[in-house]
């Protein structure tokens, strides 16, 4: 198993590990080429391998299972969502390390007026769909609902 450690979308000021809060401690997301994943994720500097304290940090664990090349995902799964300091650099680097590994945009980066806030949405090359949220937005809405 390799756990994952989400820091942001985009590399800039870790401040945002501080100031937000982690309601999720761990998720384990079924792929069917690790090494495609790892590298998606590294390239994207989305993720960092390594194993985070679980009650400071969110851990995404990505497990590959051997000679299993696909997985059924199910009515039930939606979406993973992380919080980003910028959504249009992080849906450029999206772009560029889709291109190479596979994945694409769903949702260009943009204001999305009916939850007031800057986003943007894309799959990964095991179809698992990652909505990146602007984090100063997602934060006033946390307020909001206090």
């Known amino acids: 198993m390799l756990l994952w450690r989400i820091l942001k979308a985009t ?4 401040s945002r590990m501080a100031s937000t809060p982690e309601p999720l401690c761990q998720m384990m997301l079924r792929v069917a080429d690790l090494d495609l994943s790892i590298k998606f994720c590294e390239q994207y500097t989305m993720a960092m391998v390594g194993y985070g304290e679980m009650n400071e940090t969110i851990v995404l664990e990505l497990i590959y299972t051997y000679n299993v090349t696909e997985y059924t995902k199910g ?3 939606i979406e993973v969502a992380v919080s980003t300091d910028d959504v249009y650099k992080s849906a450029a680097a999206v772009l560029l390390v889709s291109k190479e590994l596979g994945g694409k945009i769903i949702q260009p980066p943009g204001p999305i007026p009916v939850i007031n806030a800057k986003m943007t ?20 809405q946390l307020q909001k609902k206090e």
């Open 11 to 14: 590399v800039g000021s870790s």
């Open 75 to 77: 009515n039930g799964f």
């Open 121 to 140: 949405s894309f799959v990964d090359p095991d179809d698992w769909k990652i909505v990146l949220i602007d984090n100063e937005d997602f934060l006033k």
